[in-house]
């Protein structure tokens, strides 16, 4: 849990990657097994699990954004910004394409179940997904290429100088901004039904032959 510094043997321990979740999990499991864990803090946090989903809130989600640092928080946060951007626009082309909805409670019944069926099996959930396995297996990619310190240097393209002048120093972070751009840009049209479509359900079922 990083409180060693140094191993038996005397050599000092490095830490590259911070692990909350081990940490959360290391946290309840020395608590226990010592005996010393703050039962009054997991009774008080159940509480609110408890409120929140009374209130129509995500508990799991709210937990989420309160124990992982900002820098993942962040990119949850606008990600949840861009599928509920998504979940309207798909609303009101289902109501559109179903006609004058605000005077017949069958038709809206029938448009909102079009776009929660069109929200669901949409190519972007599909892609978001695929951003999710693709990140994991990068992140797991990256912590392994820690033990070959000279195949990561040769793997470095090397796009910015390693020292960069004090103005450009946020070169890096513009960067990284642009590219997160370009993948949420991307998720929303792919969303939103702009590119990769889902195929056309067939609007009557094939006819048999006997």
Known sequence: MGMLTERDDGTQVGREFDAPKTQVMGIIINGVMGGNLNWSMVALGALIAIMLELCGVSALAFAVGVYVPIQYSVPIFLGGICRWAI????????????GDVANDPEAQARAEIEAIKKSETSPGVLLASGYI????IAGVVVAFLEFAPDFKKALDLDLLP??????????YDVIAVLGFAVLVGFAAIVGMGKVFKAPEEESASPSRVD
Do not use: C, F, I, T
């Not at 396995?133 to 994991?136: K, N, P, Q, V």
């Open 133 to 136: 396995a693709g990140g994991s």
């Open 87 to 98: 979940d309207e626009y798909l609303a009101r082309q289902a109501a559109a394409e179903a």
């Open 162 to 171: 390693a020292k960069l002048p004090p103005n450009l120093d946020y070169a």
